[in-house]
């Protein structure tokens, strides 16, 4: 059983950056490799960033490539989503899930969600 509890979401200006964070429960952490979603009003939810449990492999959607930066600490049982040049269109609530299928983009194949964290960038 893993709990996540994301935080550091936030209204912020185009342009500017914020860094997310998603705590987890438990010393299985390791184990599972961890994804970024999100989910706008009226939209599907979307794969944004994975990382592998090692933390060596890792896995963009093509939107937020250059911009987005996941990373995580396996001794904090954190992992981050660092944002930077944020746009209108990355407005959304931000999910972190934890799977044991790699650093892939569909959500089924995560097992453990968070509550998620909203993001505004207002233009």
């Known amino acids: 059983q893993v709990q996540l509890v994301e935080s550091g979401g936030g209204l912020v200006q185009a342009g500017g950056s914020l860094r997310l964070s998603c705590a987890a429960s438990g010393r299985t952490f390791r184990r599972y490799a961890m994804g970024w979603f999100r989910q706008a009003p009226g939209k599907e939810r979307e794969f944004v960033a994975a990382?592998?449990?090692?933390?060596?492999?890792?896995n963009y959607a093509d939107s937020v490539k250059g911009r987005f930066t996941i990373s995580r600490d396996n001794a904090k049982n954190t992992v981050y989503l660092q944002m930077n040049s944020l746009k209108p269109e990355d407005t959304a609530v931000y999910y972190c899930?934890?799977?044991?299928?790699?650093?892939?983009?569909?959500?089924?194949?995560?097992?453990?969600w968070g509550q998620g964290t909203q993001v505004t960038v207002s233009s």
């Open positions: 899930a934890a799977g044991q299928s790699g650093v892939v983009t569909t959500p089924p194949m995560y097992t453990y």
């Open positions: 990382i592998s449990w090692s933390g060596i492999i890792t």
